[in-house]
């Protein structure tokens, strides 16, 4: 600007006064509407008001022109310091003045104006006034300090931040770092600046490679590098990089940002290692139901390689794949499943009965990535379950399972035989309501839950047809691997026929005793009349004996 304002004033102090350069000048005065033009004697009376003026000052020519000087253009604080007679005598001295000043409107508003006056010049070379060109900078200024302060508060920011950032130029130099960089470094920032950023990394092809893809596609994500410390400690970082450019749109360099994951990779190498260590088989699914990662265990359990089950559907290697396929998506839908029965084949057939445990993973935006899953084998567990049952079926005596709530959840065939009953009509009813004295059964299975066990509890069992069946139940509760008591497990063991043969024994020792009785009454009577005879007979005796010695008497 100043150089078009000394141009306009110079072309001035060389025009002539003749009548055509006259008009020539008034013309390029009054086109000019960017720039306040006013001409002014050497006493300081207004000559000249172009457009520029009219619009800057808000003025009209008529209201300035021969009625007043330039006093009511300046600040009264300029004024008084007597600041305008002193910029003019520099001017009319160096034959320029140029500087800014606080200017004043009609309105009375003020502005910031750059401002170039120079002498004005008969054609004899006498001074006969001065020029003065002017251009409202306020716009300019304020654009200018809002830029220093959003430069300044940008490097507030980067500052702030813990992650190292860096500017790289397109030959991949750096241009600027923050102190994040300069710890991750330990290098100063007057050292780093200039350098190629390549430098500084475990691997610099690929940190030049990173910073190039960056300018031949605008932004890289989570680009994996390690920085080297200068004292030879390693820092893994992720790059987050875009292209910065200027007002037309060029680009000027690189703005990479990188977050120390040494902390996080060290817990995913941990949190590997846990995963490798379970002999369980472990995956990864993603939503689309692809597998992403495995453990050791899987890849024993399916006889594939890693390399090979990545990618590939889960549900291909289960006997029921649409069963597989239904249990990942209830995961999505439900967050997790437990005990999740699946049967995985082999690549060389073999088959493992499996239970699923299974919950959604997700990002630190609480974003769902995917299931994971950990299978436990019960390929013995369920091998054992089959032998037990068929022990269980293989017993005579009626057995059933019992839950805390007093419902059956399980019976062999000799339940179902002895209620007149099938297995799926007894299970889920109440333990209570197969017996002619319900409120007893009821007492019995909780004093087993009370004590965890009874012998021998007499019970009479009604059949579906009214037969009635006397048992004694021995029953005690079950729990699983954790101590915790599942139910009850009762045996009944089938006393009818004893009982009946107890009843026949009592009944004949009733008879037997009975025969006894009498056999002693006749005892009793039989032995009375023997004694009573043989008391006659010792009363005979003596009457005889008496009658003797009667007679022995009267005989003398």
């Known amino acids: 600007m100043s150089s078009s304002i000394s141009q306009a004033a110079s072309s001035d102090a060389a025009l002539t006064t003749t009548n055509e350069q006259s008009e020539f000048l008034q013309n390029i005065l009054e086109s000019s509407t960017e720039y306040s033009i006013i001409g002014k004697d050497l006493k300081g009376k207004i000559q000249l008001w172009n457009a520029g003026a009219r619009r800057l000052y808000g003025y009209e020519p008529e209201d300035v022109i021969g009625k007043a000087n330039s006093s009511m253009l300046h600040t009264p604080e300029d004024i008084a310091a007597g600041r305008p007679e002193q910029i003019m005598a520099a001017a009319m001295e160096k034959g320029k003045w140029e500087g800014t000043l606080t200017r004043v409107r009609n309105n009375g508003s003020r502005f910031t104006a750059r401002v170039v006056i120079t002498p004005r010049r008969d054609s004899t070379g006498k001074a006969i006034g001065y020029l003065l060109i002017s251009k409202d900078i306020s716009d300019e200024i304020r654009l200018t300090e809002e830029l220093r302060a959003t430069q300044f508060y940008a490097r507030s920011l980067i500052e702030a931040s813990l992650d190292p950032l860096v500017t790289i130029s397109p030959?991949?130099?750096?241009t600027d770092v923050n102190e994040g960089s300069i710890k991750v470094t330990g290098v100063p920032r007057e050292k780093l600046i200039g350098t190629d950023f390549s430098d500084y990394f475990t691997e610099?092809?690929?940190?030049?490679?990173?910073?190039?893809?960056?300018?031949?596609?605008?932004?890289?994500?989570?680009?994996?590098?390690?920085?080297?410390?200068?004292?030879?400690?390693?820092?893994?970082?992720?790059?987050?990089?875009s292209v910065y450019k200027d007002a037309q749109g060029s680009v000027l360099g690189v703005f990479a940002a990188a977050r120390d994951v040494t902390a996080q990779k060290q817990a995913s190498q941990y949190a590997r290692s846990l995963i490798e260590a379970s002999l369980d088989p472990l995956v990864t699914i993603s939503p689309e139901g692809k597998i992403t990662d495995v453990n050791e265990g899987s890849i024993k359990v399916t006889g594939v390689a890693r390399g090979k089950l990545i990618g590939t559907d889960f549900s291909d290697y289960f006997t029921e794949p649409a069963r597989a396929r239904e249990g990942y998506e209830q995961v999505f839908a439900e967050g997790f499943v437990t005990d999740y029965p699946l049967t995985i084949r082999g690549k060389d057939g073999s088959l493992t009965d499996v239970l699923y445990n299974a919950s959604v993973y997700k990002d630190a935006r609480g974003n769902v990535l995917g299931v994971f899953a950990a299978?436990?084998?019960?390929?013995?567990?369920?091998?054992?379950?089959q032998y037990a049952r068929s022990l269980i079926e293989a017993s005579l005596d009626p057995l059933v399972t019992i839950s805390a709530e007093g419902k059956i959840t399980d019976v062999n065939a000799a339940s179902a035989e002895i209620t007149g009953l099938a297995r799926e009509k007894l299970i889920g009813t109440d333990f209570s309501d197969y017996f002619t004295e319900p409120e007893k059964a009821r007492e019995g299975y909780k004093q087993v839950f009370d004590k965890g066990l009874v012998s021998n509890y007499p019970l009479t069992i009604r059949h579906r047809d009214s037969k009635l069946t006397d048992v004694l139940y021995n029953a005690s509760v079950y729990k699983d691997t954790a101590g915790n008591v599942l139910g009850v497990f009762a045996a009944a063991r089938d006393v009818t026929a004893q009982k009946k043969a107890e009843a026949e024994v009592a009944e004949q020792r009733t008879k037997e005793l009975e025969r006894l009785a009498e056999l002693e009454r006749f005892q009793r009577l039989t032995v009375g009349r023997e004694l009573k005879m043989i008391e006659l007979k010792k009363e005979i005796e003596e009457h005889k004996r008496a009658i003797g010695q009667l007679k022995n008497v009267e005989a003398r």
């Open 375 to 385: 299978a436990r084998d019960v390929t013995v567990q369920k091998q054992a379950s």
């Open 204 to 241: 610099p092809e690929m940190a030049r490679e990173g910073y190039q893809q960056v300018f031949s596609r605008g932004a890289v994500t989570d680009y994996p590098l390690t920085i080297r410390h200068k004292d030879g400690r390693l820092i893994d970082v992720l790059y987050n990089a």
């Open 171 to 174: 030959e991949g130099k750096i």
